[in-house]
C-alpha cells in the first residue's frame, strides 16, 4: 500500500509564495492521478489541483495561474507551489489519489496562512 507523506506550507505573506510537497512509497504511484485539497475550519474539504497519469492537469478557478501542480514519478513525489497568495484562514492541506473521497481524508496535514 502507498504511504503519503505531506510537507511545507506556513505562514505567508499577500502577494508572496509558499510550497507544499508530497512524497509516496508505493510501487503504484505512477498509476493514479494525484491531488491536493484543503480545508479549512468549519468548512467543507475542496479540491484545488490534480494531476493525471498523463501529465495533464486541473484547478480549481480560486487557484488558476497562480499554483502548479506538478509529478515527479521517479521520485514519487507531488509538488505544488503556491505564488501570488491572497489573505486567507488557516487551511489544512492533504496529498491523495485523486479518486479517494475527499470525506475520507483524515489525519494532520500541512497548514497553509495567508496573512495580508
Known amino acids: 500500500q502507498a504511504q503519503l507523506v505531506e510537507s511545507g506550507g506556513g505562514l505567508g505573506q499577500a502577494g508572496g509564495s509558499l510550497r507544499l510537497s508530497c512524497a509516496a512509497s508505493?510501487?503504484?504511484?505512477?498509476?493514479?492521478?494525484m491531488g491536493w485539497s484543503r480545508q479549512a475550519p468549519g468548512k467543507q474539504r475542496e479540491l484545488v489541483a490534480y494531476i493525471n497519469t498523463d501529465g495533464s492537469t486541473k484547478y480549481a478557478d480560486s487557484v488558476t495561474g497562480r499554483f502548479t501542480i506538478s509529478r515527479d514519478n521517479a521520485k514519487n513525489t507531488v509538488p505544488l507551489p503556491m505564488t501570488h497568495l491572497t489573505p486567507a484562514a488557516p487551511a489544512v492541506y492533504r496529498c491523495?489519489?485523486?479518486?479517494?473521497?475527499?470525506?475520507?481524508?483524515w489525519g494532520p496535514g500541512p497548514q497553509v496562512t495567508v496573512s495580508s
Open positions: 508505493g510501487r503504484f504511484f505512477s498509476f493514479n492521478a
Open positions: 491523495a489519489p485523486r479518486s479517494r473521497p475527499l470525506g475520507a481524508l
